[in-house]
């Protein structure tokens, strides 16, 4: 028997890690694309007392997952979200699922407003089709003090009828959007997000403290009274650190905030935790101040990764890749990541952060920011069968997306 041509029914065993759970003798049942039992192994007996399951002893030391979930992704193996290439995108999509990470949002970036139109319509077909879970748009609202990577020639203040015309290019699959707090209109611009189901994402930004919290605190209003069935009421900041001014003891600027209301459960901050954007001994100070249940580890990967180093694009942009770094060939500065939300898990733990709380913030976190907090990233009956099989090491063995293998 192949693995795509698995059963409807069928159990692994292994040690269960899921938020909230971590059974050392666990066993997860499959039915369909959905879980139909997860828990300890003696107990199984009792649920599956017709033997309707087919059972897969798996080897000492395995450990299963849920599948990863990735908010800030612009594409992988050669293929670059921004783009719009359909044959391109598929073949990234296919290379994230088969890496673990089995919901994720496809990023666009700053490009022109036509391009950015044409992306958002390519990716939505996408997205209806379920194999991505919605566009996140880094651009244009950004400051181009701060733009990184973006295209300063595309960026400006908010333009309300821009809004309109990429929910609407987006066939309403448009879930979050970057902006800078401080440009002309970023509190109507909020408004306008909210009210058609777009969680706003502060980042790439020169604002000062105040300014930070005034913008955070008004979203945070905007969410609570949206009154959207499972619809976030926390806001996100894209790639914490990233794309800001560091935090200086006379100009603490958005970074201090952040982290005082990340701690407060307030808001929830992205973690680029590859070992490139942040230092790990700032991942896990990170997760010993603000906690892991105010984190979305991410990815930021482009075309680049799961290749080898080279040439590749991220939207307008050409960017070289080298040991794994990407940056723009134009001035240098970091262009997005290489590595798969698996590797990020694995680096935070290597930073010393528990897989238990890793794994909150690669699984329940952006499911909660996605609407999905009661379907995917959890090790529960009557959830999604995604999950990963893993070695001890946490060395990928299998994936499955909707119950289906693909590796």
Known sequence: MTSTDSPDRYALTGRLVSPGRDITKGIIAVEGNRIAFAGDVREFSFFDEAGAFELRESPEGTVIIPGLIDLHC???????????????????????????????????????????????????????????????????????????????????????????????????????????????????????????????????????ASTTAASLSLAREELASAGVDGFTERPTVTHLFNGMPPMHHRAPGPVAVCLEMAAQGKIIVELIAD????????????????????????????????????????????????????????????????????????????????????????????????????????LHQGFAADLLVLDADLGLQQVVRNGKYLL
């Open 74 to 208: 612009h594409g992988a193996a050669g293929g670059d979200f921004p783009s719009g290439d359909r044959e391109k995108i598929a073949t990234a999509i296919e290379h994230l699922h088969r890496s673990g990470t089995t919901t994720f949002l496809a990023s666009l970036v700053t490009a022109s407003r036509a391009d950015m139109l044409a992306s958002a319509a390519v990716l939505s077909e996408f997205a209806q089709r379920g194999d991505i879970a919605g566009i996140h748009a880094e651009g244009p609202f950004l400051s181009t003090a701060r733009c990184g990577a973006q295209d300063p020639a595309f960026l400006s203040d908010p333009e309300p009828d821009f809004v309109d015309e990429l929910i609407d290019a987006s066939a309403g699959q448009l879930r979050t959007m970057t902006y800078a707090p401080e440009l002309p209109g970023a509190d109507a611009l909020l408004e306008q997000l909210v009210s058609q189901g777009v969680v706003p994402s502060l980042g790439h930004t020169d604002a000062d």
């Open 275 to 378: 070992g490139v954007h942040l230092d790990p001994d700032m991942v896990r100070t990170m997760f010993n101040l603000v906690g892991a249940d105010s984190i979305a580890l991410v990815t930021d990967s482009m075309a680049a990764t799961g290749l080898a180093d080279g040439t590749y694009e991220l939207g307008p942009a050409e960017v070289m890749v080298s040991n794994g770094e990407a940056r723009l060939a134009s001035n240098g500065s970091l262009a997005g990541g290489t590595a798969s939300m698996l590797d990020v898990l694995r680096s935070t733990v290597a930073a010393g952060v528990d897989l238990r709380d890793a794994l909150v913030s690669a699984t329940k976190v952006p499911a909660s920011v996605l609407g999905l907090i009661d379907e995917a990233g959890r």
